[in-house]
């Protein structure tokens, strides 16, 4: 009887669980000597060892001699997400939440297409803060793109706040030429570009100071958009190449931009 008693328990407290949104976990074990006392995040027993999977500490349980439900004292995490273009090629992304709910920090994430997939584009995870912002100053013109706020848990999981939003900035997107980066350079240098239609393909080469070609870069580019490549210094061989200047031509949708680079070994 109090085996079914119990269950009883487990069922309402788990009926409150999908109402309320709140964490609850249902565990095996082979005794009942586990709770945590104190209400922190961490219990442990005999043979086995549970943390609290949303970072909140453990509220109440119900429990027979193999089992019991645990709960997190964790709100789910509601709010707003919004991106606009504040300035000329600046993104701001501001978001509020209305309860943390056991997150110790915020990620931004970015695609081209709503599928994704989505890379992230702080180094350093942001601070819980609400309201918070983030300026995204790495898009380009005439593209749309997409972007996720993703909450941090307590076990190192991510979970989106919000919606994925998307915004299209203003401009037309051109085919260009950026300089690399570092030039002068010796172990290696970042060649970024703007391709406005890759339906044709792309050629990127270097040549040096007589015309000849020392080698052609992979470009594999499906898309439209800003891409980057790097040279590493060496010719279609494989070899490392002689010091001095070199230069870069791309060709994409009829369009010619050549840039110029110096390699010092």
Request: glycine letters at 10%.
């Amino acid at each position: 009887m109090k085996v079914k008693c119990v269950i009883c328990v487990l069922l309402a407290l788990l009926a409150a669980a999908v109402a309320s949104g709140a964490g609850f976990e249902l565990r095996t074990w082979s005794t009942t000597a586990a709770a945590p006392a104190d209400g922190s995040s961490h219990s442990t027993s005999a043979n086995f060892e549970m943390v609290s999977r949303l970072g909140g500490s453990f509220v109440g349980s119900a429990e027979s001699a193999s089992f019991s439900l645990w709960g997190c004292s964790v709100t789910p995490v509601e709010g707003a997400f919004v991106a606009t273009e504040t300035e000329p090629l600046i993104v701001t992304l501001r978001w509020t939440v209305e309860s943390f709910g056991g997150i110790s920090s915020f990620n931004i994430y970015r695609a081209w297409a709503e599928d994704g997939p989505f890379e992230r584009l702080n180094e350093a995870r942001l601070p819980p803060f609400s309201p918070g912002v983030y300026e995204d100053t790495t898009v380009w013109p005439g593209s749309s793109f997409w972007y996720e706020l993703r909450g941090v848990l307590g076990d190192g999981s991510e979970d989106v706040v919000g919606e994925t939003v998307m915004l299209r900035t203003d401009g037309t997107l051109a085919t260009k030429l950026y300089n690399a980066n570092p030039n002068p350079f010796s172990d290696g240098t970042v060649i970024q570009l703007d391709v406005a239609s890759a339906s044709r393909g792309i050629s990127l080469r270097i040549y040096d100071i007589a015309g000849r070609v020392v080698t052609a870069l992979n470009t594999e580019v499906a898309r439209p958009g800003r891409h980057s490549v790097t040279w590493d210094g060496t010719n279609d061989r494989g070899q490392r190449v002689a010091s001095g200047v070199y230069f870069i031509a791309l060709e994409a949708a009829g369009v010619r931009e050549t840039g110029r680079l110096v390699y010092l070994r």
